[in-house]
């Protein structure tokens, strides 16, 4: 078939760009398919493209750290015996579904998608990650920066100034696109991430992860020993230390913090936003923790006062069914949801990010307490994906792992309220008219005022408060 271009597919959620973060591959090796070749930022998430075909790079269509539209090619794959001149159809354009082969992972290999790469689509489109991909004529390829030529080598590190001469390729290390054997090395997306902007090659440090995992003091351990990477495979330079005679740092407004922006923009001023507080004794939900942690149940889980927060507002939302609500101003009409999809506010490397467990209020304790982990740990690595992050209805954002009391969240939007659980901490109380330590936490609770009115807002809130003080109090709910 010649030289098959991959273009840039759309991974759900009606996404229309990506940035290229990371190349897993360069010109020249071997890939098979379904190899992951390429880590994309869309604006929810960090996504792992695989190749759709079988065959031997030919080219890096997009630098890394260029942001392009769907359906732009990425990568040129020689896929056959033909001569690199005659290009084939890219994937999308003009190929038969019969002569597309359906993505199939191999044994133990963790899917990402939610559909076949390569199968048959309707409108003369090519299903991908999630959804389907874009018409031929609906994207164009983006200009290469610096205006390189099309028979211009790619590019295996940030783009130099015209003026600069390309180095050697026996002296530039390529710590941008990862070597063969870096593609077996056991890190997570932060600590690739850190290692790129370190210029330290993975394959060549020492692991002392479990299960042979690369973790980021390895990297920084390494880092501090290694020789700086060329000029021309550098990263950016630090924001806590510009250079000399710099007075200030310019960074792009793109991917999650750019959705994130946009999205508290709407909300702010859109919705009328009231926020109630409440301080609470919850020395009976610290002693439940402690409990829970023993129990058999609860072994292999991580358990924290977030879990009884977490079941206490499913349950007062049962009372309160409006808590649970949208706003639809095209219909007019007030959404009541009829299960609790709850968003856990998550703080990642490139940005907040709001996934939710889908119908949360139909779990068990355990179940909702191995969601909340799963949760925090795909976001922490950057692979929540676009899907996992739709369709909330209520969320928690918890400012107190930050040592922080309480605050005046915004809404997520789409949902009716949020509940800030501020830092747990020992404080004087009064108990039986006696002055005594205890656990102290305080909860904030904003809401859309169109929907929800005062008496609604500090019932529920008030619920979930008189659950925390007393979790036995859940039976009457």
Known sequence: MGIQEFRLPDVGEGLVEAEIVSWKVKPGDTVKLNDTVVEIETAKSLVELPVPFAGVVAELLVPEGETVPVGTP?????????????????????????????????????????????????????????????????????????????????????????????????????????????????????????????????????????????????????????????????????????????????????????VMAQAMVASAFTAPHVTEWITVDVSATMELVERLKGGRAFRELKVSPLLIVAKAVTLAARRTPIINAAWDEQAQEIVLKHSVNLGIAAATPRGLIVPNIKAADALTLPELCAALNDLVAVAREGKTQPADQAGGSFTITNVGVFGIDAGTPILNPGEAAILAFGAVRKQPWVVNDEIVPRWITTLALSFDHRLIDGEKGSTFLADVASILEDPARALMF
């Not at 211009?152 to 710590?175: D, L, Q």
Request: hydrophobic fraction near 40%.
């Open 74 to 258: 990425i990568i040129a794959v020689n896929t056959g015996d033909a001569s690199p001149g005659d290009l084939a159809p890219p994937v999308g354009e003009g190929t038969a579904t019969e002569d597309l082969v359906p993505a199939v992972p191999d044994p133990g290999e963790e899917v990402i998608e939610a559909g076949k790469i390569g199968g048959a689509a309707p409108g003369g489109r090519t299903a991908v990650l999630v959804g389907y991909g874009p018409k031929t004529t609906e994207a164009k390829r983006r200009p290469r920066k610096g205006g390189a030529p099309e028979a211009a080598p790619p590019m295996a590190a940030a783009p130099t100034p015209e003026a600069a001469p390309a180095p050697a390729p026996v002296a530039v290390a390529e710590p941008v696109v990862a070597a063969s054997s870096e593609a077996h090395v056991l890190a997570k997306p932060p600590v690739r991430k850190l290692a790129k902007d370190l210029g330290v090659d993975l394959a060549i440090v020492t692991a002392t992860g479990p299960g042979g995992i690369i973790t980021r003091s390895d990297v920084e351990s390494h880092g501090t020993t290694s020789a700086p990477a060329p000029a021309a495979a550098q990263a950016a330079p630090d924001l806590a230390a510009p250079f000399a005679g710099q007075t200030e740092t310019r960074i792009p407004i793109k991917g999650v913090q750019k």
